[in-house]
T-cell receptor, first 113, second 108 residues
Framework: DTEVTQTPKHLVMGMTNKKSLKCEQHMGHRAMYWYKQKAKKPPELMFVYSYEKLSINESVPSRFSPECPNSSLLNLHLHALQPEDSALYLC????????????FGSGTRLTVV | GEDVEQSLFLSVREGDSSVINCTYTDSSSTYLYWYKQEPGAGLQLLTYIFSNMDMKQDQRLTVLLNKKDKHLSLRIADTQTGDSAIYFCADAGTALIFGKGTTLSVSS
């Protein structure tokens, strides 16, 4: 299995909702990442997990809460989002932070209404 | 912090060569990458280059790296309409940091 699987592919949520994005990989990668991408802009790094520990938080608002339950799973919990948080959320993994072999999922397209 | 810069637009005719340029600031990067993204789609890894290499060729793609000037380029030979997309260079420090992207438009 050489893929990163993200669910759901599309999500529409209200500003008072709580939802979660999920990411899964079975390549044995020990680093996992969340990126946010707005239309026609580059992906922006949000969080890095290395060996299941949060190693980088790029000053992301607390309404985004990452979780790494085990080495194969990465979640992003969403609460009280704003319309400007609407974007494509990409998950990626690599064998370890900063090395070759980044694999990206196809993303969750999030719309906040 | 790390910064990666790219020219924003490039327009070429079908059959011509395209050259997309990128500059980066993090000199500790081991690898540098090129990704392609078509409208509404995810990121597709095109190619990468190890930091101690000057050049890498992969079919129609040629990557040139000038480590002294921290300049990376991607040449696409015989550009086709299917090559129309946004191209991102990315610098792998502690995580992938992307340039702003170059929109390549290919006209027939």
């Amino acid at each position: 299995d050489t893929e990163v699987t993200q669910t759901p592919k599309h999500l529409v949520m209200g500003m008072t909702n709580k939802k979660s994005l999920k990411c899964e990989q079975h390549m044995g990668h020990r680093a996992m990442y969340w990126y946010k991408q707005k239309a026609k802009k580059p992906p922006e790094l949000m969080f890095v997990y290395s060996y299941e520990k949060l190693s980088i938080n790029e000053s992301v608002p607390s309404r985004f809460s990452p979780e790494c339950p085990n080495s194969s799973l990465l979640n992003l919990h969403l609460h009280a989002l704003q319309p400007e948080d609407s974007a494509l959320y990409l998950c990626a993994s690599s064998d370890s932070a900063g090395t070759l072999g980044y694999t990206f999922g196809s993303g969750t397209r999030l719309t906040v209404v | 912090g790390e910064d990666v810069e790219q020219s924003l637009f490039l327009s070429v005719r079908e059959g011509d060569s395209s050259v997309i340029n990128c500059t980066y600031t993090d000199s500790s990067s081991t690898y540098l990458y090129w990704y392609k993204q078509e409208p509404g789609a995810g990121l597709q890894l095109l190619t990468y280059i190890f930091s101690n290499m000057d050049m890498k060729q992969d079919q129609r793609l040629t990557v040139l790296l000038n480590k002294k000037d921290k300049h990376l380029s991607l040449r696409i030979a015989d550009t086709q309409t299917g090559d129309s997309a946004i191209y991102f260079c990315a610098d792998a420090g502690t995580a992938l940091i992307f340039g702003k992207g170059t929109t390549l438009s290919v006209s027939s």
